[in-house]
Nanobody, 124 residues
Framework: QYQLVESGGGLVQPGGSLRLSCAASGFTLQNSNIGWFRQAPEKGREGVVCISSSGGTTNWADSTKGRFTASRDNAKNTAYLQMNSLKLEDAGVYYC?????????????????RGQGTQVTVSS
């Protein structure tokens, strides 16, 4: 049975950093594309960044460019989202979603595997 588990969320002050992890079990992340999504309270889920099977990254959210970086460690079967210079508006639940094949997921549900999310709270 597969599992995709996000971790690393928490409470951080504005300007702080967090690194989220997305750990897979029951399947391999190698040759897969991993998208990070987030959902703020009373807002829809939005795509943040994707890291492709080849390691290339695409930042979907303009507001996170230059601050958020996706990476992966295939040996650990884990993907990461490094978030720096966090802002109040970055708060929300962060999810990872894995899509097999040759492209990144275009939406959270355009994926083969999905995590349950981890909460990020940005507050002074």
């Amino acid at each position: 049975q597969y599992q995709l588990v996000e971790s690393g969320g928490g409470l951080v002050q504005p300007g702080g950093s967090l690194r989220l992890s997305c750990a897979a079990s029951g399947f391999t992340l190698q040759n897969s594309n991993i998208g990070w999504f987030r959902q703020a309270p009373e807002k829809g889920r939005e795509g943040v960044v994707c890291i492709s099977s080849s390691g290339g990254t695409t930042n979907w959210a303009d507001s996170t460019k230059g601050r958020f970086t996706a990476s992966r460690d295939n040996a650990k079967n884990t993907a990461y989202l490094q978030m720096n210079s966090l802002k109040l508006e970055d708060a929300g639940v962060y999810y990872c979603a894995v899509r097999l094949g040759s492209r990144c997921p275009t939406t959270f549900y355009d994926s083969n595997y999905r995590g349950q999310g981890t909460q990020v709270t940005v507050s002074s």
